[in-house]
Nanobody, 125 residues
Framework: QVQLVESGGGLAQPGGSLRLSCVVSGITHNTYAIAWFRQAPGKEREGVICIDSTDGSITYAEPVKGRFAISRDNAKNTVYLHMNNLKPEDTAVYYC??????????????????WGQGTQVTVSS
């Protein structure tokens, strides 16, 4: 069974930085779609950054473009979300997600079938 284990969430100050980690297990290849989503209270879950499994292209949500970045370490089966210049509106539960049947081209929730447990990120003074 594919499992995703997230870590790195917590409290950060506006303008600060945080790095989230997602360890992927139960899958033997690295061609799957992988992404970070977030969901704030009362809001829909939105794709933050998505990597297309077909060509490795990256999709960024407009609010995080220029501030967030994604990277992966295949040897460690880990994907990271680098968050810089954090803003209060970044406060949300962040989820790592894997898509095995779709490429993640649209960076939409329906493209992903395995989800992490979520990690809370709170940006506040």
């Amino acid at each position: 069974q594919v499992q995703l284990v997230e870590s790195g969430g917590g409290l950060a100050q506006p303008g600060g930085s945080l790095r989230l980690s997602c360890v992927v297990s139960g899958i033997t290849h690295n061609t799957y779609a992988i992404a970070w989503f977030r969901q704030a209270p009362g809001k829909e879950r939105e794709g933050v950054i998505c990597i297309d499994s077909t060509d490795g292209s990256i999709t960024y949500a407009e609010p995080v473009k220029g501030r967030f970045a994604i990277s992966r370490d295949n040897a460690k089966n880990t994907v990271y979300l680098h968050m810089n210049n954090l803003k209060p509106e970044d406060t949300a539960v962040y989820y790592c997600a894997v898509g095995q049947d779709y490429s993640g081209h649209y960076c939409n929730v329906w493209e992903y079938d395995v989800w992490g447990q979520g990690t809370q990120v709170t940006v506040s003074s």
